[in-house]
């Protein structure tokens, strides 16, 4: 068992992201988990990401707060607990329009081997 404490959690950047801070929580560490990792994003209000898409599917959870997600031209509001699968290719873009900020946790597969 691999415990990181939330004080212990690394920044990252995100490609294609702003107004958002990410700490990955579990992942890319010696004893972490091996097939996927685990990051927490804190959105400001007016911040987001893409469009864009990944080759493999990530889920979100809204912890606080709320995200507009949109494929496809269609738009859908997450709230506190919500959950999404968000497939491998398909394009989105997730944007905070409220004046909280929106806590939300991504769980992603690692990127494939070069």
């Known amino acids: 068992?691999?415990?990181k404490r939330f004080s212990e959690a690394s920044v990252y950047e995100a490609p294609n992201h702003w107004g958002v801070t990410g700490l990955r929580l579990q992942g890319f560490e010696d004893g972490g988990p091996t097939n996927q990792w685990v990051g927490f994003s804190q959105f400001l209000p007016g911040g987001g990401a893409g469009p864009d898409a990944t080759p493999?599917?990530?889920v979100y959870v809204v912890i606080e707060g709320e995200m507009t997600i949109t494929i496809?031209?269609?738009e859908?509001?997450?709230t506190a607990?919500?959950?999404c699968t968000i497939g491998a290719h398909e394009v989105r873009?997730?944007?905070?329009r409220s004046n909280h900020i929106c806590k939300m946790v991504?769980?992603?597969p690692y990127p494939p081997a070069q």
């Open 93 to 96: 873009k997730i944007e905070n």
């Open 106 to 108: 991504v769980v992603m």
């Open 56 to 58: 493999f599917e990530k």
């Open 72 to 74: 496809d031209g269609k």
């Open 76 to 78: 859908t509001l997450l």
């Open 1 to 3: 068992m691999l415990v």
């Open 81 to 83: 607990m919500d959950s």
